[in-house]
């Protein structure tokens, strides 16, 4: 069956501060790989999207993620933190052999300390 | 502006009440899909669908039902049978496997 794991319920880390959120899948076809960002109360807006290629990719606001498929992950990362990056953050996978429906991990809520 | 709207943003059902909840969108894309989400748990996916007059369950389909009469409408009706409604509901919409959502639903009971 195929499963998204975001080890980490809560990360908190200092304004100005590296993050890297982590993401590890199962999944038994060629993966597309996600990274969506939820403000409280509101939807999903997409950060980052792995197809194929260049397994190093950019995103929005400052964000990239690397595609490890030895280890099966996908984790986010950005050098310097803003308060605004505070919210909570999806990994999901999706395949074109399953009809392109995502499966997203639980979510990782970023707190964001001044 | 191109999007995904859903409305309401609060919607309060009574006991034995079905409740409708609307998508529209006018990104001209094919698949539509609804997921519920609930605090540590993640988007979980309700129905889909691929095309106009088709739709799929999704992992957690019992107590809901859905409609595809137009390509730009995808409503979600939460039945009596649904017993635990309460949560954010999420409709998205996709092209070439990127799906972007709507700003969601709060359903709470009354």
């Known amino acids: 069956a195929q499963s998204v794991t975001q080890p980490d319920i809560h990360i908190t880390v200092s304004e100005g501060a590296s993050l890297e959120l982590r993401c590890n899948y199962s999944y038994g076809a060629t993966p597309y790989l996600f990274w969506y960002v939820q403000s409280p109360g509101q939807g999903l807006q997409l950060l980052l999207k792995y197809f194929s290629g260049d397994t190093l990719v950019q995103g929005i606001k400052g964000f990239e993620a690397e595609f490890k498929r030895s280890q099966s992950s996908f984790n986010l990362r950005k050098p310097s933190v803003h308060w605004s990056d505070a919210a909570e953050y999806f990994c999901a996978v999706g395949a074109a052999e399953y009809g392109n429906k995502l499966v997203f991990g639980a979510g990782t809520i970023l707190r964001v300390k001044s | 502006d191109g999007g995904i709207t859903q409305s309401p943003k609060y919607l309060f059902r009574k006991e034995g009440q079905n409740v409708t909840l609307s998508c529209e969108q006018n990104l001209n894309h094919d698949a539509m899909y609804w997921y519920r989400q609930d605090p540590g748990q993640g988007l979980r996916l309700i129905y889909y669908s691929q095309i106009v007059n088709d739709f799929q369950k999704g992992d957690i389909a019992e107590g809901y039902s859905v409609s595809r009469e137009k390509k730009e409408s995808f409503p979600l009706t939460v039945t009596s049978a649904q017993k635990n409604p309460t949560a954010f509901y999420l409709c998205?919409?996709?092209?070439?496997?990127?799906?972007?959502f709507g700003a969601g639903t709060r359903l709470s009971v009354l």
């Open positions: 998205a919409s996709s092209t070439t496997g990127i799906q972007y």
